[in-house]
């Protein structure tokens, strides 16, 4: 079984790479964390893993066809329709600053969630229920609300 990076890690990685960016760093003290009620975070945080894989998640399906002939010639037509549970809220930009809808995915051999959108060929941010009113369905595994984040800002 894989393992993620939990909210110790997630700190120091992002005081890194605010560091290395020349910014002040986010986080100091990324090894005592507390929560906006002062409370000390322990534990690992988000199970990214067991939000990504819901075994149970439904699916649906149609699809129809038609098809015929007639002297005056032949018709074809066909409609389909998919739908799958999953995360939903996620954005992707890339170095012109527009947003797109992306699609959520964990990359099992590098351990980490990839966000992906067709219109974004290099992704440079990435952001989680931005739009207003947006209602977002990732939860913890204390079964709270993931709250709203960008990475561009």
């Known amino acids: 079984m894989s393992t993620s ?3 110790i890690d997630y700190a120091i990685l992002q005081n890194e ?3 290395q960016n020349g910014m ?3 986080y100091m003290a990324p090894y005592n964390l507390v929560d906006a009620n002062g409370d000390r975070i322990t534990g690992f945080g988000t199970d990214w893993q067991d939000l990504l894989f819901n075994d149970n998640a439904p699916i649906t399906q149609h699809d129809v066809s038609i098809s ?5 010639g032949n018709y074809y037509l066909s409609l389909g329709y998919f739908d799958q549970e999953g995360i939903v809220g996620f954005e992707v930009a890339g170095a012109d600053g527009q947003f797109y809808a992306a699609t959520a995915r964990l990359n099992e051999s590098h351990k980490s ?6 219109q974004v060929a290099a992704p440079t941010a990435v952001r989680y229920c931005f739009k207003a009113f947006q209602p977002g369905n990732l939860k913890s595994v204390r079964g709270l ?4 984040f ?3 800002r």
């Open 150 to 152: 960008r990475s561009d």
């Open 5 to 7: 990076t939990g909210a």
């Open 24 to 26: 002040a760093p986010l």
């Open 145 to 148: 609300p993931v709250v709203p």
């Open 68 to 72: 015929g002939a007639s002297e005056q």
């Open 113 to 118: 969630i990839m966000v992906s959108a067709e």
């Open 17 to 19: 790479r605010k560091v």
